[in-house]
């Protein structure tokens, strides 16, 4: 077992199972998880819906590794939570900030209400357009990072 040097506790934790090795890192597919079994709502959400419908779907990531992994090894995979909060922040913050500075400013020059949505929309896009950039420049932070391994008997 290998451990990365990172606090346990701020950590979000995923089990996978290596399907792909390459040189320096697998690809690991981890099961799609839903919280809907602890939410109150039970069926009067739609998130219980879109979750069942992709709980087919395993979660493929490929994660870099400093030893070899081998097809069937378990692995445990840790996200900072800080990292988390942080990529939500920029993937729903960002783009809706900039639609509503958009839209306020449409407003404020006195522009029409089909101007105001356009501006609207044209904040969302810049906004995607510059969360597409911080993310090109900063992915490493918001990858999965290798816990543990346990090798599979095979």
């Known amino acids: ?3 990365a ?7 979000l934790v995923e089990q996978g ?3 792909e090795p390459f040189a ?3 690809w690991v597919e981890v099961s799609r998880q839903s919280a809907c079994g602890a939410c109150h709502a039970r069926q009067g959400c739609g998130t219980r819906a879109l ?3 992709q709980a087919s779907r395993p979660w493929r990531v490929a994660i870099h590794a400093d030893q070899p ?3 069937g090894d378990v692995v445990s995979l840790g996200l900072p939570a800080r990292a988390v909060a942080r990529a939500s922040l920029w993937t729903y913050g960002l783009p809706l900030g900039l639609a509503l500075v958009g839209a306020q400013l449409a407003d404020l020059l006195g522009l029409s209400d ?3 949505a356009l501006a609207f929309g044209g904040g969302l896009v810049a906004g995607g357009g510059l ?3 911080h993310l090109q420049r900063h992915a490493r932070c918001y990858r999965p990072r290798l816990l543990a391994v346990s090798r599979s008997s095979g």
């Open 1 to 3: 077992m290998t451990a």
């Open 5 to 11: 040097a990172v606090d346990p506790v701020a950590l």
């Open 17 to 19: 199972r290596v399907v």
């Open 24 to 26: 320096g890192g697998a």
């Open 51 to 53: 979750a069942r419908w």
């Open 69 to 71: 992994l081998a097809i």
């Open 114 to 116: 089909p101007l105001v």
């Open 131 to 133: 969360l597409r950039r």
